[in-house]
């Protein structure tokens, strides 16, 4: 008698166009109304729509920031040395890290930590083929700790995992439904664009991703989808290429 375990997971409600995703979210969409830290119910809504993801059939990734508890950039501008800076910033990216995988396992979502600095007592190292393994099991890998380096922003984290897991999309979940030459916030003029290349992100400094991440993203292929993380099941309606987004390729 089989003792399969059948999935608790809704059935499929759209076809993905892709197959592999790596998902940035940056700290601040963890705030929600807040000034500063984690909002619960925002984080059960994001972790809800990332398991709705699975539930089409993609395999997918995170890498989480830390900006709703230390910004280095803000520590250096306070005058502090800024590879000391960067390290609390990648510890802050450690807590949010632990956040989401203690909401999606109370969801049933099998979820691995893996932190580019050492801390075995509460997560994994990375190790790139520990972590595709996960992802063959049909885990969500969550990387923390950025790249494990100062000078380097989880968006270039992102983009290298993307690369390393080999990914089909590199998703970035914003507080804007994609991109703008101006802040739509400030803005009721500003122009949303569907579709941009790289070289055009670069040359018109666009403040999507930092630009080594644009270059590392350009020089393998791997689109980039900006998206707002904010409405509900937002993660897997771009990932079917539907709803309101920016593709950058």
């Known amino acids: 008698m089989s003792t399969t375990k059948k999935s608790s997971l809704p059935k499929a409600a759209c076809k993905p166009l892709y197959r592999r995703v790596l998902l940035k979210i940056s700290g601040e969409a ?26 089409i059939g993609v395999e997918l990734c995170l890498v989480v920031g830390g900006g709703n508890i230390f910004r280095g950039i803000e520590g250096v501008g306070n005058g502090m040395e800024r590879a000391s800076a960067d390290y609390m910033g ?27 600095i050492n801390m075995m007592q ?3 190292p990375y190790v790139r083929r520990r972590a595709l393994r996960h992802m063959e099991r049909g885990r969500v890998v969550i990387f923390a700790a950025g790249t494990g380096n100062p000078f380097f922003t989880t968006d270039t984290a992102a983009a290298l995992r993307a690369n ?40 018109r400094d666009l403040k ?42």
């Open 30 to 55: 963890l705030m929600g109304d807040r000034p500063y830290g984690q909002d619960y119910k925002t984080i059960e809504r994001i972790s809800r729509d990332i398991k709705s993801t699975l539930a």
């Open 90 to 116: 990648m510890l802050a990216t450690v807590l949010n890290a632990l956040a989401i995988q203690n909401t999606l396992e109370r969801m049933g979502v099998d979820t691995r930590v893996l932190s580019a």
């Open 122 to 124: 509460v997560c994994e």
């Open 164 to 203: 390393e897991m080999g990914c089909d999309l590199l998703m970035k979940g914003t507080q804007v439904d994609g991109v703008y030459d101006a802040d739509p916030r400030k803005d009721k003029k500003a122009k949303h664009f569907d579709t941009l290349s790289y070289h055009e992100v670069l040359v």
């Open 208 to 249: 999507v991703m930092d630009q080594s991440a644009i270059s590392l993203a350009r020089e393998n292929k791997i689109p980039i989808m900006v998206f707002s993380i904010h409405n509900k099941d937002s993660i897997a309606q771009a990932v079917c290429g539907k709803g309101k987004f920016t593709v950058i390729k």
